[in-house]
């Protein structure tokens, strides 16, 4: 199955309990129809919005907050997640990325001499459009949050 970008969107309420009582994630997977994923595109999409391939350094102050998340609830498992404003600036932000320059930014050499995740050695023209179609699913789910004033939770899972 490999690891898949996921995200679920919650109230400003739910998210304060949540930070409250991190152990309390579980319960809100169990309501599926909340979550979406970009499917193995994280870390290449990653790369197209950040211009990084590291992940050992995840910079958490620009557009690799809509990847990654912002503030880390869980660093054993990675859950981060961005509250009702961060979720409406990045999704503003996100509207006005061309697909013109994501493509411009696909740049097969480095992402295969970096291994990004899943296509170790294997991006080519496929997969860019591959990329393109989760960006448009990415796109989505943080305009839905946006427009409902939620916050998100992301995590590779």
Same mark, same amino acid.
């Given at each position: 199955?490999?690891m898949?970008?996921?995200y679920?969107r &919650?109230?400003?309420? %739910?998210?304060?309990?949540? &930070?409250?009582?991190p /152990? /309390?994630f579980? %319960?809100f997977? @169990?309501?599926?129809?909340?979550q979406?994923?970009?499917?193995?595109a #994280?870390?290449?999409?990653?790369?197209?919005?950040? !211009?990084e391939?590291? *992940?050992?350094e995840?910079?958490?102050?620009? *557009?690799?907050?809509?990847?990654? !998340?912002? /503030?880390?609830?869980?660093?054993?498992?990675?859950?981060?997640?961005?509250?009702? +404003?961060?979720? $409406?600036? &990045? +999704? +503003?932000? *996100?509207?006005?990325?061309?697909? @013109?320059s994501?493509?411009?930014?696909?740049?097969?050499?480095t992402?295969n $001499?970096?291994q990004?995740?899943?296509?170790?050695?294997? #991006?080519?023209? @496929?997969?860019?459009?591959?990329? &393109?179609?989760?960006?448009d699913?990415?796109?989505?789910v943080?305009?839905?949050?946006?427009? %409902? +004033?939620?916050?998100?939770?992301t #995590?590779? !899972?």
């Amino acid at each position: 199955m490999g690891m898949v970008g996921a995200y679920m969107r &919650l109230s400003a309420e %739910e998210l304060t309990a949540l &930070l409250q009582e991190p /152990d /309390d994630f579980e %319960e809100f997977l @169990e309501d599926e129809a909340r979550q979406t994923d970009i499917d193995k595109a #994280w870390h290449g999409l990653y790369f197209l919005l950040t !211009g990084e391939t590291d *992940l050992d350094e995840i910079d958490r102050h620009s *557009l690799g907050k809509v990847v990654f !998340g912002g /503030d880390v609830l869980d660093e054993e498992t990675g859950i981060a997640y961005l509250t009702p +404003s961060e979720v $409406a600036d &990045l +999704s +503003s932000r *996100l509207q006005y990325i061309e697909v @013109e320059s994501l493509e411009a930014r696909y740049d097969v050499t480095t992402m295969n $001499a970096h291994q990004l995740y899943p296509f170790e050695n294997e #991006w080519g023209v @496929e997969e860019k459009q591959y990329l &393109l179609e989760q960006f448009d699913e990415l796109k989505r789910v943080f305009k839905q949050a946006a427009d %409902e +004033s939620e916050a998100l939770v992301t #995590w590779i !899972g």
